[in-house]
């Protein structure tokens, strides 16, 4: 059993979580590291409480409080105009702190975004690909099934 916890982009708040969620059941982007049998449990879900981040350094407290192994940072944050420019912040912080492993991703991007930031000098892919790598390496058809 995976215990998850999700941190969302708080510019993106009002999200359903429609696309997480998915992508949680089809094991796609971020949750490609986890086999099909494997079970797993959202146990929290919270966004970063808005620029710069606050509620980063204390939200992995509840999710430690209801087991959580694993801190899925949401693709919204890779993705957004701009990205956000502490997710190796956060995940530095998180894994030092809270010694849980952080994950950069959710759900695939989106092929619409891939293509739009491959085109924006600020989106650098290579840069990010250390800890976007599942992501990167999704397939085109796959990502253009979230668009
Ligand atoms: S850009 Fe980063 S710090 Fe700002 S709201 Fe989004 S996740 Fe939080």
């Known amino acids: 059993m995976k215990k998850i916890g999700i941190i969302i982009c708080a510019r993106y708040q009002d999200c359903g979580g429609g696309k997480c969620f998915r992508a949680l059941r089809e094991r796609h982007g971020g949750f ?40 899925h940072l949401a693709t919204g944050l890779v993705v957004g105009y701009p990205p956000c420019p502490s997710i190796s912040q956060f995940k530095q912080f998180i894994e030092s702190h809270y010694g849980l492993p952080v994950v950069v991703g959710t759900h695939p991007i989106p092929l619409k975004y891939l293509e739009t930031h491959s085109k924006l000098s600020f989106w650098n892919a290579e840069g990010v690909k250390e800890f976007v790598d599942p992501l990167l390496t999704e397939h085109r058809r796959v990502m253009e099934s979230y668009n």
């Not at 079970?39 to 999710?63: D, Q, R, S």
């Open 32 to 71: 490609s590291l986890y086999g099909p049998d494997e079970e797993v449990e959202i146990v929290g879900y919270a966004n970063c409480g808005g620029c710069p981040g606050g509620n980063i350094e204390h939200v992995p407290a509840e999710f430690l409080k209801n087991g959580c192994d694993v801190v």
